[in-house]
């Protein structure tokens, strides 16, 4: 994880403040329409984003390569 | 992929755990797991279509729309067979997603390894 420089991004989403399953749930349709290794940009207001995203990307296997809440860059996995 | 279920036993009784019951599947769905929500005693009316239109609790997604998401997402709804006569609902009309079941269907998914939350 990389923390203070710009990162490049493929599609970007703001989930303003939904959080918990609403969040994941639509985290999970948004990564799966990009094609492998290409990055989303997210940003998430909800507080409990800090230890969801890096538990849900843990759990399903893409890549969080930059968190500085509320903007992570997660990069899709390969299937 | 692992397991999760998640039990409910509320609707429009208590709206808060029907709706906080729904959003936590949608977290276990939408976390790449095999999810099962387990409607029994009053919440299996949430497995008739129209029921749960109304249900918004403040700071949520409607119910409904939570419950689309789940099973749009591949997410089982597992209704316990003799709750759902006893009230006598119709069998016939289910919502996306939802299975009239009996006990060993139940059995049979926790059994294999999962761990459950109930509401």
């Known amino acids: 994880m990389q923390r203070g420089q710009e990162h490049h991004a493929d599609d970007h989403w703001d989930a303003g403040e939904m959080g918990c399953g609403e969040l994941v749930i639509e985290l999970r349709t948004r990564l799966r329409a990009l094609a492998p290794r290409q990055v989303l940009r997210l940003v998430a207001l909800d507080p409990g984003a800090r230890e969801d995203i890096p538990a849900w990307c843990g759990m399903t296997g893409h890549a969080l390569v930059h968190a500085a809440h509320p903007v992570y860059h997660i990069r899709r996995k390969e299937n | 992929m692992g ?5 409910l ?8 755990k029907a709706t906080v019951a729904f959003v936590v599947a949608n977290a276990a ?19 008739v279509p129209g029921y749960a239109d109304d249900i918004r609790e403040d700071g949520f997604a409607p119910l409904a729309e939570l419950m689309a998401k789940f099973a749009a997402a591949g997410g089982k709804i597992y209704v316990c067979s003799p709750c759902f006569k006893k009230r006598g609902l119709d069998e016939t009309k289910l919502i996306a997603g939802a299975t009239i ?10 059994a294999g390894g999962s761990p459950c939350v109930s509401y």
Do not use: H, Y
């Not at chain 2, 397991?3 to 039990?7: A, G, Q, T």
């Not at chain 2, 079941?101 to 926790?110: R, S």
């Open chain 2, 3 to 7: 397991r999760f279920c998640v039990s």
């Open chain 2, 9 to 16: 036993t509320s609707a429009k009784d208590n709206r808060d």
């Open chain 2, 29 to 47: 769905a939408g976390s790449e797991q095999e999810t099962m929500v387990f409607l029994s005693t009053e919440a299996v009316r949430l497995a």
């Open chain 2, 101 to 110: 079941v009996g006990g060993a269907k139940l059995v049979e998914f926790l």
